[in-house]
């Protein structure tokens, strides 16, 4: 597999990343996606987190039985796609969660580049139909199946979510570079869980200290896309598998939503489609 796939009547595809576990990946993919979707688009999510699905529980989703069964099979190179994503809240949804299985657990260190392969070839494998936008929701590990999808899928932009705290910024560094030696387009950084707004007084709190002496210089030219609080609503919302950009889409704290959906649509636009 040297080249990169066809994803046929996908129009744009945007990776979200980080560097770091449980930075908010997962809520802000879905929430982007919703905002998308809610702004008129067609949309899809790809869940490529091997190592712990959680698309499918954010957004209320389970294994259909159709989809058992699902071995990874060697298949003609050209063969059409054959898995049917699930819909939810109007988006189409796979995961390699609701293929293996929620609770089993793809051991990458036994054959990382299997584990790259799996995670293209299934993506590819997917009947997506017309999308305007498909977000692929990564692990938190600049290693497979990050390498893989950089390497054969045609990514149209990248969205990098951090915290503010300074371990958090220097890990996007290295999961950003490898995308830009991929050649890979930067859309920018999503910085989550920005700050804290007292509910009681209303008064902005910033939790994780901010310190920009230990951003690295290639976050510099990087622009922030928007800033995301700290804030229940947003976790009530995914607890209760009806995200905040569905159940509350009014809400003051989606207007951030709103405004990070806004910035990646007009410069995926201005960008010259492939
Ligand atoms: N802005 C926010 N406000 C409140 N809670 C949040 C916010 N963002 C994320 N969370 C909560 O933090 C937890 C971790 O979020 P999430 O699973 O999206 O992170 P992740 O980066 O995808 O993690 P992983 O690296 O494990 O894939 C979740 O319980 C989620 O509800
Ligand atoms: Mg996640």
């Known amino acids: 597999m040297n080249h990169k796939i066809y994803l046929p009547g996908v129009k744009q595809v945007i990776v979200v990343a980080s560097g770091k576990g449980g930075v908010g990946k997962t809520t802000v993919t879905v929430n982007l996606a919703l905002a998308m979707q809610r702004s008129g688009a067609n ?7 091997i190592y712990g699905p959680n698309v499918p529980l954010m957004l209320g989703v389970h294994r259909r039985k159709a989809s058992q069964g699902y071995m990874a099979v060697a298949r003609r190179k050209e063969a059409a796609p054959y898995i049917q994503p699930l819909t939810r ?3 189409k949804v796979m995961s390699i969660g609701l293929l293996v299985g929620e609770d089993e657990v793809i051991d990458p260190a036994r054959s990382p580049d299997a584990v790259g392969q799996l995670v293209v070839q299934t993506l590819k494998d997917v009947v997506w139909g017309e999308l305007d936008y498909l977000f692929i929701d990564l692990p938190p ?9 950089v390497a054969h899928v045609p990514i149209d932009g990248v969205v990098i979510v951090t915290t503010p705290q300074d371990l958090s910024l220097l890990d996007a560094g290295r999961s950003l570079r490898l995308f830009q030696q991929g050649g890979i387009p930067i859309l920018g950084i999503v910085e989550n869980m920005s700050y804290f707004v007292c509910p009681d007084c209303g008064e902005r709190h910033e939790i994780f200290q901010r310190s920009d002496k230990w951003r690295p210089p290639n976050l510099e030219e990087t622009p922030i896309l928007g800033r995301i609080p700290l804030t229940p609503v ?13 159940d509350h889409p009014d809400d003051p704290v989606a207007a951030a939503f709103w405004e990070v959906t806004a910035v990646i649509q007009s410069q995926l636009a201005a960008k010259p489609s492939r």
């Open 141 to 149: 590990s600049a290693g497979q199946p990050q390498a893989s999808l």
């Open 89 to 91: 809240f109007g988006l």
């Open 43 to 49: 949309v899809g999510i790809f869940d490529a987190d």
């Open 234 to 246: 947003i976790s009530k919302g995914i607890n209760k598998a009806d995200p905040l950009m569905h």
